[in-house]
Protein backbone atom coordinates (compact mmCIF):
# COMPACT_ATOMS: atom_id res chain seq x y z
CA UNK A 1 0.00 0.00 0.00
CA UNK A 2 0.90 3.56 -0.44
CA UNK A 3 0.01 6.88 0.75
CA UNK A 4 -1.01 9.36 -1.93
CA UNK A 5 0.17 13.41 -1.97
CA UNK A 6 -1.98 15.36 -4.14
CA UNK A 7 0.78 17.60 -3.95
CA UNK A 8 3.01 15.40 -6.11
CA UNK A 9 4.27 17.35 -9.20
CA UNK A 10 5.56 13.82 -10.42
CA UNK A 11 1.98 12.40 -10.24
CA UNK A 12 0.01 15.33 -11.73
CA UNK A 13 0.24 14.29 -14.95
CA UNK A 14 -0.96 11.80 -17.01
CA UNK A 15 -0.39 8.57 -17.40
CA UNK A 16 1.22 8.06 -20.69
CA UNK A 17 3.55 11.13 -19.70
CA UNK A 18 5.47 8.81 -17.35
CA UNK A 19 6.83 6.78 -20.70
CA UNK A 20 7.64 9.59 -23.23
CA UNK A 21 11.34 10.12 -22.18
CA UNK A 22 11.77 6.71 -23.76
CA UNK A 23 9.42 7.86 -26.65
CA UNK A 24 11.67 11.43 -27.79
CA UNK A 25 14.52 10.88 -31.18
CA UNK A 26 18.46 9.63 -29.64
CA UNK A 27 20.20 12.72 -28.09
CA UNK A 28 17.27 14.73 -27.82
CA UNK A 29 18.59 18.05 -26.15
CA UNK A 30 15.72 21.06 -25.81
CA UNK A 31 12.03 20.70 -26.48
CA UNK A 32 10.16 23.96 -26.74
CA UNK A 33 5.73 23.78 -26.11
CA UNK A 34 3.53 26.47 -26.49
CA UNK A 35 -0.09 27.19 -25.55
CA UNK A 36 -2.98 28.89 -26.89
CA UNK A 37 -6.42 28.84 -27.24
CA UNK A 38 -6.75 27.52 -30.89
CA UNK A 39 -10.29 29.15 -31.51
CA UNK A 40 -13.45 30.66 -30.08
CA UNK A 41 -16.00 33.55 -30.26
CA UNK A 42 -14.61 35.58 -27.79
CA UNK A 43 -10.95 36.93 -26.91
CA UNK A 44 -9.06 35.54 -24.29
CA UNK A 45 -8.16 36.86 -21.16
CA UNK A 46 -5.33 35.42 -19.90
CA UNK A 47 -4.66 34.65 -16.04
CA UNK A 48 -4.17 32.11 -13.29
CA UNK A 49 -0.30 31.08 -14.56
CA UNK A 50 1.12 32.83 -11.48
CA UNK A 51 -1.23 30.97 -9.03
CA UNK A 52 0.10 27.54 -10.44
CA UNK A 53 3.74 28.39 -10.73
CA UNK A 54 3.29 30.04 -6.87
CA UNK A 55 1.12 26.27 -5.93
CA UNK A 56 3.04 23.91 -7.51
CA UNK A 57 6.81 25.51 -8.96
CA UNK A 58 8.39 27.30 -6.41
CA UNK A 59 8.92 24.03 -4.16
CA UNK A 60 11.53 21.38 -5.51
CA UNK A 61 10.86 17.65 -6.29
CA UNK A 62 12.12 16.03 -3.36
CA UNK A 63 13.73 12.27 -2.79
CA UNK A 64 9.98 11.34 -0.91
CA UNK A 65 7.80 12.53 -4.21
CA UNK A 66 10.45 10.14 -6.06
CA UNK A 67 10.16 7.26 -4.12
CA UNK A 68 6.48 7.59 -3.84
CA UNK A 69 5.49 8.74 -7.54
CA UNK A 70 8.06 5.02 -8.51
CA UNK A 71 5.48 2.87 -5.95
CA UNK A 72 2.32 4.66 -8.03
CA UNK A 73 3.79 4.66 -11.42
CA UNK A 74 5.25 1.12 -11.20
CA UNK A 75 2.25 -0.51 -9.68
CA UNK A 76 0.05 1.43 -12.08
CA UNK A 77 1.90 -0.62 -15.16
CA UNK A 78 3.86 1.97 -16.60
CA UNK A 79 7.83 2.78 -16.73
CA UNK A 80 9.11 5.16 -14.38
CA UNK A 81 12.32 7.34 -15.15
CA UNK A 82 13.74 7.46 -11.62
CA UNK A 83 17.14 8.52 -12.61
CA UNK A 84 15.96 11.79 -14.56
CA UNK A 85 14.11 13.08 -11.57
CA UNK A 86 17.37 12.05 -9.20
CA UNK A 87 19.54 13.91 -11.46
CA UNK A 88 16.95 17.00 -11.10
CA UNK A 89 16.91 16.63 -7.45
CA UNK A 90 21.21 15.81 -7.59
CA UNK A 91 21.75 18.63 -9.92
CA UNK A 92 19.25 21.46 -9.74
CA UNK A 93 18.22 20.71 -5.94
CA UNK A 94 14.98 19.73 -6.97
CA UNK A 95 13.99 22.89 -9.20
CA UNK A 96 12.85 22.69 -12.32
CA UNK A 97 15.18 23.46 -15.10
CA UNK A 98 12.54 25.00 -17.23
CA UNK A 99 12.17 28.43 -18.83
CA UNK A 100 8.37 29.78 -19.02
CA UNK A 101 7.26 32.49 -20.95
CA UNK A 102 3.64 34.51 -21.03
CA UNK A 103 2.11 37.27 -21.37
CA UNK A 104 0.79 39.42 -19.01
CA UNK A 105 -1.71 38.26 -16.45
CA UNK A 106 -5.07 40.75 -17.88
CA UNK A 107 -3.74 40.88 -21.59
CA UNK A 108 -6.40 40.71 -23.92
CA UNK A 109 -5.36 38.16 -26.94
CA UNK A 110 -7.30 37.11 -29.59
CA UNK A 111 -7.46 33.61 -30.05
CA UNK A 112 -5.04 31.25 -32.51
CA UNK A 113 -1.97 33.31 -30.77
CA UNK A 114 0.16 31.86 -28.22
CA UNK A 115 0.23 32.89 -25.06
CA UNK A 116 2.48 30.71 -23.13
CA UNK A 117 5.79 29.12 -23.82
CA UNK A 118 8.18 26.74 -22.07
CA UNK A 119 11.72 25.00 -22.98
CA UNK A 120 13.84 23.37 -21.12
CA UNK A 121 17.37 24.65 -19.64
CA UNK A 122 19.27 21.71 -18.98
CA UNK A 123 19.43 19.10 -22.30
CA UNK A 124 19.42 16.28 -19.55
CA UNK A 125 16.04 16.71 -19.20
CA UNK A 126 14.42 17.47 -22.54
CA UNK A 127 11.70 15.41 -21.48
CA UNK A 128 10.69 17.64 -19.15
CA UNK A 129 8.34 20.32 -20.95
CA UNK A 130 5.97 18.09 -21.80
CA UNK A 131 5.80 15.96 -19.09
CA UNK A 132 4.39 19.29 -17.14
CA UNK A 133 1.88 19.72 -20.14
CA UNK A 134 -1.46 18.29 -17.92
CA UNK A 135 -0.82 20.16 -15.02
CA UNK A 136 0.16 23.94 -16.68
CA UNK A 137 -2.68 23.59 -19.37
CA UNK A 138 -5.16 23.12 -16.96
CA UNK A 139 -3.77 25.92 -14.99
CA UNK A 140 -3.96 28.23 -18.18
CA UNK A 141 -7.39 27.00 -19.60
CA UNK A 142 -9.44 27.03 -16.65
CA UNK A 143 -8.85 30.78 -15.31
CA UNK A 144 -8.42 32.15 -18.80
CA UNK A 145 -11.77 30.48 -19.88
CA UNK A 146 -13.59 31.70 -16.72
CA UNK A 147 -11.81 35.24 -17.13
CA UNK A 148 -12.45 35.39 -20.91
CA UNK A 149 -16.12 34.54 -20.47
CA UNK A 150 -16.50 37.34 -17.50
CA UNK A 151 -14.80 40.16 -19.31
CA UNK A 152 -17.31 39.29 -22.24
CA UNK A 153 -20.50 39.45 -20.31
CA UNK A 154 -18.87 42.84 -18.81
CA UNK A 155 -18.42 44.36 -22.02
CA UNK A 156 -22.03 43.30 -22.87
CA UNK A 157 -22.92 45.24 -19.46
CA UNK A 158 -21.20 48.01 -20.20
CA UNK A 159 -22.48 48.55 -23.83
CA UNK A 160 -25.91 48.09 -22.04
CA UNK A 161 -24.72 51.04 -19.61
CA UNK A 162 -23.28 53.46 -22.68
CA UNK A 163 -27.03 53.05 -24.08
CA UNK A 164 -29.48 53.37 -21.61
CA UNK A 165 -27.45 54.86 -18.31
CA UNK A 166 -25.92 58.04 -17.22
CA UNK A 167 -22.89 56.40 -15.80
CA UNK A 168 -20.94 53.13 -16.26
CA UNK A 169 -19.64 53.88 -12.83
CA UNK A 170 -21.70 50.60 -11.56
CA UNK A 171 -20.12 48.47 -13.66
CA UNK A 172 -17.86 46.79 -11.45
CA UNK A 173 -20.34 45.38 -9.15
CA UNK A 174 -23.21 44.40 -12.24
CA UNK A 175 -22.18 40.62 -12.29
CA UNK A 176 -21.68 38.89 -8.72
CA UNK A 177 -20.38 35.40 -8.57
CA UNK A 178 -22.42 33.13 -7.28
CA UNK A 179 -21.06 29.75 -8.28
CA UNK A 180 -19.38 28.51 -5.39
CA UNK A 181 -21.67 25.88 -4.52
CA UNK A 182 -21.71 24.86 -8.32
CA UNK A 183 -18.10 23.93 -8.40
CA UNK A 184 -16.62 20.88 -9.00
CA UNK A 185 -14.15 21.31 -5.84
CA UNK A 186 -12.36 24.08 -4.19
CA UNK A 187 -9.45 24.73 -5.79
CA UNK A 188 -12.20 25.32 -9.02
CA UNK A 189 -13.70 27.97 -6.69
CA UNK A 190 -10.16 29.57 -6.04
CA UNK A 191 -9.36 30.04 -9.49
CA UNK A 192 -12.71 30.46 -11.24
CA UNK A 193 -13.90 32.97 -8.80
CA UNK A 194 -10.67 34.68 -8.62
CA UNK A 195 -10.69 35.08 -12.39
CA UNK A 196 -14.18 36.66 -12.14
CA UNK A 197 -12.53 39.54 -9.78
CA UNK A 198 -10.17 40.10 -12.52
CA UNK A 199 -13.10 41.95 -14.20
CA UNK A 200 -15.48 42.98 -11.28
CA UNK A 201 -15.53 43.48 -8.09
CA UNK A 202 -18.59 41.46 -6.48
CA UNK A 203 -18.83 37.89 -5.24
CA UNK A 204 -20.08 35.35 -2.74
CA UNK A 205 -17.14 32.98 -3.13
CA UNK A 206 -14.82 34.08 0.03
CA UNK A 207 -12.66 31.15 -1.57
CA UNK A 208 -11.57 33.73 -4.23
CA UNK A 209 -10.89 36.68 -1.76
CA UNK A 210 -8.25 34.16 -0.04
CA UNK A 211 -6.60 32.97 -3.16
CA UNK A 212 -6.17 36.77 -3.85
CA UNK A 213 -4.32 36.89 -0.85
CA UNK A 214 -2.19 33.88 -1.31
CA UNK A 215 -1.40 34.09 -4.66
CA UNK A 216 -1.92 38.05 -6.08
CA UNK A 217 -0.78 39.83 -3.08
CA UNK A 218 -4.06 40.88 -2.08
CA UNK A 219 -3.87 40.29 1.84
CA UNK A 220 -4.46 44.26 2.92
CA UNK A 221 -6.90 45.61 -0.05
CA UNK A 222 -10.17 43.92 -0.26
CA UNK A 223 -10.72 42.59 -3.75
CA UNK A 224 -14.27 42.32 -3.47
CA UNK A 225 -17.43 42.99 -1.79
CA UNK A 226 -21.36 41.55 -0.99
CA UNK A 227 -23.96 42.22 1.17
CA UNK A 228 -26.30 40.99 3.68
CA UNK A 229 -28.81 38.55 1.66
CA UNK A 230 -31.94 36.24 2.03
CA UNK A 231 -32.14 32.90 0.93
CA UNK A 232 -35.29 30.68 0.79
CA UNK A 233 -34.81 29.17 3.61
CA UNK A 234 -34.49 32.55 5.53
CA UNK A 235 -37.96 33.29 3.86
CA UNK A 236 -39.83 30.06 4.06
CA UNK A 237 -39.61 29.71 7.88
CA UNK A 238 -41.63 32.29 8.94
CA UNK A 239 -44.50 30.75 6.58
CA UNK A 240 -45.98 31.84 3.88
CA UNK A 241 -48.86 33.16 6.30
CA UNK A 242 -45.83 35.76 7.62
CA UNK A 243 -43.83 36.61 4.44
CA UNK A 244 -44.31 40.31 5.24
CA UNK A 245 -42.88 39.48 8.33
CA UNK A 246 -39.98 38.01 7.17
CA UNK A 247 -39.79 40.69 4.51
CA UNK A 248 -39.74 43.47 7.31
CA UNK A 249 -37.15 42.03 9.46
CA UNK A 250 -34.75 42.00 6.23
CA UNK A 251 -35.12 45.71 6.48
CA UNK A 252 -34.85 45.94 10.21
CA UNK A 253 -32.02 43.99 10.32
CA UNK A 254 -29.60 45.33 7.54
CA UNK A 255 -31.92 48.28 6.04
CA UNK A 256 -30.38 51.90 7.18
CA UNK A 257 -28.15 54.95 5.68
CA UNK A 258 -25.95 53.89 2.50
CA UNK A 259 -27.19 50.31 2.87
CA UNK A 260 -27.74 47.67 0.88
CA UNK A 261 -29.91 44.18 1.35
CA UNK A 262 -31.01 41.54 -1.34
CA UNK A 263 -34.18 39.35 -0.77
CA UNK A 264 -35.21 36.75 -2.55
CA UNK A 265 -38.59 37.01 -2.95
CA UNK A 266 -40.61 34.59 -5.08
CA UNK A 267 -40.47 32.05 -2.45
CA UNK A 268 -44.44 31.97 -3.24
CA UNK A 269 -46.00 34.56 -5.66
CA UNK A 270 -43.30 37.04 -6.73
CA UNK A 271 -46.04 39.51 -8.16
CA UNK A 272 -47.87 39.51 -4.56
CA UNK A 273 -44.78 40.35 -3.06
CA UNK A 274 -44.10 43.02 -5.46
CA UNK A 275 -47.64 44.80 -6.01
CA UNK A 276 -49.16 44.10 -1.82
CA UNK A 277 -45.78 43.80 -0.03
CA UNK A 278 -43.01 45.40 -0.73
CA UNK A 279 -45.03 48.58 -3.16
CA UNK A 280 -47.86 48.81 -0.40
CA UNK A 281 -47.03 47.58 3.01
CA UNK A 282 -43.38 48.18 3.11
CA UNK A 283 -43.48 51.01 0.87
CA UNK A 284 -43.10 53.81 3.41
CA UNK A 285 -40.20 51.88 5.39
CA UNK A 286 -38.05 51.39 1.98
CA UNK A 287 -38.40 54.83 1.15
CA UNK A 288 -37.09 56.29 4.44
CA UNK A 289 -34.63 53.78 5.28
CA UNK A 290 -31.84 55.65 3.02
CA UNK A 291 -30.70 52.21 1.66
CA UNK A 292 -31.54 49.97 -1.20
CA UNK A 293 -33.65 47.30 -1.40
CA UNK A 294 -32.28 44.73 -4.03
CA UNK A 295 -35.46 42.45 -4.94
CA UNK A 296 -34.97 38.83 -6.28
CA UNK A 297 -36.65 36.96 -8.58
CA UNK A 298 -35.05 33.19 -8.97
CA UNK A 299 -37.45 31.47 -11.22
CA UNK A 300 -39.31 32.02 -14.61
CA UNK A 301 -38.27 33.54 -17.55
CA UNK A 302 -35.56 35.71 -16.62
CA UNK A 303 -36.32 38.24 -19.29
CA UNK A 304 -39.82 38.36 -18.86
CA UNK A 305 -39.70 38.18 -15.27
CA UNK A 306 -37.57 41.19 -14.96
CA UNK A 307 -39.66 43.15 -17.26
CA UNK A 308 -42.57 42.36 -15.63
CA UNK A 309 -40.71 42.71 -12.15
CA UNK A 310 -39.52 46.84 -12.98
CA UNK A 311 -43.23 47.59 -14.60
CA UNK A 312 -44.97 46.73 -11.27
CA UNK A 313 -42.31 48.58 -9.21
CA UNK A 314 -42.44 51.55 -11.68
CA UNK A 315 -45.89 51.50 -10.76
CA UNK A 316 -45.52 51.36 -6.68
CA UNK A 317 -42.20 53.67 -6.42
CA UNK A 318 -42.41 55.78 -10.02
CA UNK A 319 -39.79 56.08 -12.22
CA UNK A 320 -37.49 59.22 -13.63
CA UNK A 321 -36.45 59.74 -16.91
CA UNK A 322 -32.35 60.05 -17.31
CA UNK A 323 -30.66 61.57 -19.98
CA UNK A 324 -30.98 59.39 -22.56
CA UNK A 325 -34.73 58.79 -22.40
CA UNK A 326 -34.64 55.66 -20.15
CA UNK A 327 -36.80 54.84 -16.98
CA UNK A 328 -35.01 54.59 -13.86
CA UNK A 329 -36.43 53.22 -10.39
CA UNK A 330 -35.55 55.52 -7.35
CA UNK A 331 -32.03 54.89 -5.63
CA UNK A 332 -34.10 52.83 -2.55
CA UNK A 333 -34.87 49.90 -5.00
CA UNK A 334 -33.06 47.82 -7.60
CA UNK A 335 -33.43 43.90 -8.88
CA UNK A 336 -30.97 41.61 -8.98
CA UNK A 337 -31.52 38.51 -11.72
CA UNK A 338 -29.04 35.18 -10.44
CA UNK A 339 -31.06 32.64 -12.15
CA UNK A 340 -30.39 31.45 -15.53
CA UNK A 341 -27.85 33.68 -16.12
CA UNK A 342 -24.96 33.24 -19.36
CA UNK A 343 -24.08 35.36 -22.13
CA UNK A 344 -27.08 35.11 -24.41
CA UNK A 345 -30.02 35.16 -21.64
CA UNK A 346 -27.50 38.30 -20.22
CA UNK A 347 -27.76 40.21 -23.12
CA UNK A 348 -31.70 38.68 -23.98
CA UNK A 349 -32.41 40.49 -20.70
CA UNK A 350 -31.06 43.94 -20.96
CA UNK A 351 -32.32 43.89 -24.28
CA UNK A 352 -35.80 43.19 -23.76
CA UNK A 353 -35.56 46.13 -20.49
CA UNK A 354 -34.08 48.72 -22.77
CA UNK A 355 -36.64 47.84 -25.52
CA UNK A 356 -39.41 48.25 -22.65
CA UNK A 357 -37.87 51.90 -21.71
CA UNK A 358 -36.10 51.16 -18.55
CA UNK A 359 -32.35 51.49 -18.03
CA UNK A 360 -29.89 48.82 -17.68
CA UNK A 361 -29.08 50.91 -14.11
CA UNK A 362 -31.97 49.44 -12.44
CA UNK A 363 -30.43 45.73 -12.98
CA UNK A 364 -27.80 43.88 -11.23
CA UNK A 365 -26.97 39.88 -12.21
CA UNK A 366 -25.50 37.05 -10.12
CA UNK A 367 -24.09 33.86 -12.41
CA UNK A 368 -23.10 30.90 -10.99
CA UNK A 369 -22.98 27.76 -12.76
CA UNK A 370 -22.88 29.50 -16.39
CA UNK A 371 -19.82 31.21 -14.71
CA UNK A 372 -17.79 28.60 -13.31
CA UNK A 373 -18.64 25.71 -14.31
CA UNK A 374 -20.20 25.24 -17.55
CA UNK A 375 -17.21 25.56 -19.56
CA UNK A 376 -14.30 23.37 -20.26
CA UNK A 377 -11.45 22.90 -22.50
CA UNK A 378 -12.74 23.10 -25.71
CA UNK A 379 -15.02 26.09 -24.99
CA UNK A 380 -11.98 27.95 -26.91
CA UNK A 381 -10.04 24.96 -28.24
CA UNK A 382 -7.21 25.18 -25.40
CA UNK A 383 -4.44 23.40 -26.17
CA UNK A 384 -0.29 22.68 -25.38
CA UNK A 385 2.04 21.39 -28.06
CA UNK A 386 5.20 21.06 -28.78
CA UNK A 387 6.87 23.01 -31.89
CA UNK A 388 10.52 22.71 -31.78
CA UNK A 389 12.78 20.27 -30.42
CA UNK A 390 16.67 20.53 -30.81
CA UNK A 391 18.49 17.10 -31.55
CA UNK A 392 22.47 17.12 -31.43
CA UNK A 393 22.90 20.77 -31.52
CA UNK A 394 20.49 21.40 -34.57
CA UNK A 395 17.19 22.91 -34.02
CA UNK A 396 14.10 21.32 -35.85
CA UNK A 397 10.70 22.71 -36.50
CA UNK A 398 7.61 20.15 -35.43
CA UNK A 399 4.40 20.41 -35.91
CA UNK A 400 0.99 18.14 -36.16
CA UNK A 401 -1.29 19.02 -39.19
CA UNK A 402 -3.68 15.82 -39.46
CA UNK A 403 -5.19 15.96 -42.72
CA UNK A 404 -8.94 14.41 -40.84
CA UNK A 405 -9.10 18.32 -38.86
CA UNK A 406 -7.10 21.08 -40.49
CA UNK A 407 -8.33 23.25 -37.13
CA UNK A 408 -6.36 21.74 -35.02
CA UNK A 409 -3.25 22.57 -37.24
CA UNK A 410 -0.21 23.53 -34.52
CA UNK A 411 2.26 25.98 -35.05
CA UNK A 412 6.01 25.43 -35.54
CA UNK A 413 9.12 26.63 -34.06
CA UNK A 414 10.37 28.92 -31.40
CA UNK A 415 7.56 31.59 -31.39
CA UNK A 416 6.52 35.00 -30.61
CA UNK A 417 4.04 37.60 -29.76
CA UNK A 418 3.70 41.04 -31.36
CA UNK A 419 1.40 43.80 -31.71
CA UNK A 420 2.01 45.43 -34.94
CA UNK A 421 2.21 48.94 -36.31
CA UNK A 422 -1.63 48.18 -36.83
CA UNK A 423 -2.16 47.56 -33.34
CA UNK A 424 -3.12 43.60 -34.18
CA UNK A 425 -1.92 41.01 -32.23
CA UNK A 426 0.46 38.60 -34.39
CA UNK A 427 2.04 35.11 -33.65
CA UNK A 428 5.57 34.84 -35.11
CA UNK A 429 8.56 32.88 -35.05
CA UNK A 430 10.87 33.89 -32.92
CA UNK A 431 13.78 34.16 -35.41
CA UNK A 432 11.70 36.81 -36.61
CA UNK A 433 11.81 39.28 -34.12
CA UNK A 434 13.41 42.67 -35.15
CA UNK A 435 13.87 43.30 -31.44
CA UNK A 436 13.46 41.30 -28.77
CA UNK A 437 11.85 44.00 -26.53
CA UNK A 438 8.99 43.60 -29.26
CA UNK A 439 8.16 40.15 -27.66
CA UNK A 440 4.91 40.21 -25.85
CA UNK A 441 5.82 37.27 -23.96
CA UNK A 442 8.40 37.83 -21.13
CA UNK A 443 10.33 35.49 -18.61
CA UNK A 444 7.82 34.66 -15.75
CA UNK A 445 9.57 31.37 -14.25
CA UNK A 446 13.39 30.13 -14.97
CA UNK A 447 15.33 27.20 -12.90
CA UNK A 448 12.99 27.42 -9.83
CA UNK A 449 12.68 31.06 -10.00
CA UNK A 450 9.57 33.19 -10.05
CA UNK A 451 10.13 36.61 -11.98
CA UNK A 452 6.42 38.41 -12.42
CA UNK A 453 4.65 38.57 -9.53
CA UNK A 454 1.87 40.67 -10.29
CA UNK A 455 -0.90 42.16 -8.12
CA UNK A 456 -4.56 41.49 -8.99
CA UNK A 457 -5.07 45.68 -8.99
CA UNK A 458 -2.10 45.27 -11.93
CA UNK A 459 -3.52 42.70 -13.94
CA UNK A 460 -7.23 44.56 -13.90
CA UNK A 461 -5.45 47.76 -15.49
CA UNK A 462 -4.20 45.77 -17.90
CA UNK A 463 -8.00 44.99 -18.87
CA UNK A 464 -8.83 48.95 -19.02
CA UNK A 465 -10.35 48.60 -15.64
Known sequence: MYTSNLTNLILNADSYKTSHWLQYPPNSEYMSSYVEAR???????????????????????????????????????LPFNRQGWERLVEKHGGYLPVRIQAVPEGSIIP????????????????????????SILRAIWYPSTVASLSYYCKNIIKAALEKSADSTAGLPFKLHDFGARGASSMETVALGSLA???????????????AASRWYGMDKDMPAFSIPAAEHSTMTAWGREHEQQAFANMLQQFGGEGHTVAVVSDSYDLWNAIDNIWGDALKEQIQTMGGTLVIRPDSGDPAKVVREALERLSVKFGTTVNSKGYKVLPDCVRLIQGDGISP??????????????????????????????????DTMSWAMKASAIQINGEWKEIFKDPITSRSKRSKKGRL??????????????????????????????????????????????????
Not at 111 to 134: A, G, H, K, M, R
Not at 354 to 371: H, I, P, R
Not at 436 to 460: C, E, H, M, Y
Request: glycine share 8%; aromatic share 8%; proline share 2%.
Open 39 to 77: KGDIDVLFFGLQAYIKEYLAKPITVADIDEAETVITAHG
Open 111 to 134: VSNVVCQIINTDPEFYWLPSYLET
Open 196 to 210: HLVNFSGTDSMTALV
Open 344 to 377: YTLGKILNTIMQAGFSADNVTFGMGGGLLQQVNR
Open 416 to 465: ALIKQTNGDIKTIKESELSDASDNLLQDVFVNGKLLVDDNLTRIRERTGW
